[in-house]
Nanobody, 122 residues
C-alpha cells in the first residue's frame, strides 16, 4: 500500500551535514507516523527518529538528539531527516518506514524502503 524511497545519503567527513528524503507513494501516507532507522553491518536495526502523522510529536534516540531533526510534508508525501554534525558512528544504511502509531520499536513499522547509505569518515 505504501512504497518508500530514501535518498540523500553519501560519503561525508565528520562534522558535515546531510539531508535525507523519504518519498512515499500511495494516498495513505498522512495516516502514518514516519520513522527513520539505521543499520550497520553486524548490528541490529537501530531507531533514530520518529514523527507523528500530524507532525506534532517527535522522538529521537539519545545518540542523535540535538544533531538530527525529523520533519515531514504530507502535501508532498515526503519525510526528511536533517543530519548535522555527523560522526563516524552515524555510518549505516538509513531506512525510513511508517507505522500506525508513534513508536521507537522497529517491529511496529509496516513498510520499509531500500535504504540510503550514509558513510562518515573521521
Amino acid at each position: 500500500q505504501v512504497q518508500l524511497l530514501e535518498s540523500g545519503g553519501g560519503l561525508v567527513q565528520a562534522g558535515d551535514s546531510l539531508r535525507l528524503s523519504c518519498v512515499a507513494s500511495g494516498r495513505t501516507y498522512s495516516r502514518y507516523a514516519m520513522g527513520w532507522f539505521r543499520q550497520a553491518p553486524g548490528k541490529e536495526r537501530e531507531f533514530v527518529a520518529v514523527i507523528s502523522n500530524s507532525g506534532d510529536i517527535t522522538y529521537y534516540s539519545d545518540s542523535v538528539e540535538g544533531r538530527f531533526a525529523i520533519s515531514r510534508d504530507n502535501d508532498k508525501n515526503t519525510g526528511y531527516l536533517q543530519m548535522n554534525d555527523l560522526k563516524p558512528e552515524d555510518t549505516a544504511l538509513y531506512y525510513c518506514s511508517v507505522a500506525l502509531f508513534v513508536t521507537t520499536t522497529s517491529s511496529a513499522y509496516n513498510y520499509w524502503g531500500q535504504g540510503t547509505q550514509v558513510t562518515v569518515s573521521s
